[in-house]
């Protein structure tokens, strides 16, 4: 089993998060915002990523905080449940389509911490969740865990389906990059490092 469990106190933030990536997708998510709970279970589930994650953040301000220092302490546990890397597949693609959406994002679990990000949100808020802090989670995310990111919106119009296709082509993506492969010899570089 590769797991991962990483807690992070903050003036701001208190959060506690466990992941096993060779789970079946079980999960058990209170962040205090609703609808960041919602995108996290659909994470767990497409990644079949056993994923718990408490958090208590200063809602009051704004949900900025709390969204971003999960994605800082997610990104580590799940770093740290890929271990030493050996065996991996290393690349991971899914497109997922949302009703009139399609969303597209390739991970490279590269040691290089890259995001390139290009999804264009209409809505600013979606319930206590400022949409904007999509780009915060997954750069927060990418930089902690060492992946390299690339998260495109194809085409849609629905903020809420866009970013549910997000989050579930991440998991899916993630989920084919962390998978073992018996035939590979150490890790899958040239460099003999990842």
Known sequence: ???????????????????????????????G????DHMLTLFSKHGLFDL??????DL????????EDIGITLGQAFLKA???KKSIKR????????DETLVRVVADISGRPYIYYDMNLNAQVLGNFETETVED??????????????????????THHIIEAAFK??????????????RINGVPSTKGIL
């Not at 992941?19 to 209170?30: A, E, T, V």
């Not at 990418?142 to 085409?155: C, K, P, R």
């Open 82 to 84: 890929i271990g030493d």
């Open 60 to 67: 009051y301000v704004d949900s900025h905080h709390t969204v």
């Open 137 to 158: 989670f997954l750069r927060a995310f990418a930089l902690n865990s060492g992946i390299t990111l690339h998260v495109e919106l194809l085409h849609g119009k629905n």
């Open 52 to 57: 718990d994650v408490k958090a208590k953040g």
């Open 1 to 31: 089993m590769r797991y991962g469990e990483i807690t992070r106190k903050t003036g701001e933030t208190d959060i506690k998060v466990k992941i096993n990536i060779d789970g079946s997708g079980n999960s058990d998510i209170d962040t």
């Open 169 to 182: 082509a991440l998991g899916r993506a993630l989920d084919e990059a962390v998978k073992i492969d018996e």
């Open 91 to 98: 690349y991971g693609v899914s497109y997922v389509p949302m």
């Open 33 to 36: 915002v609703g609808f960041l």
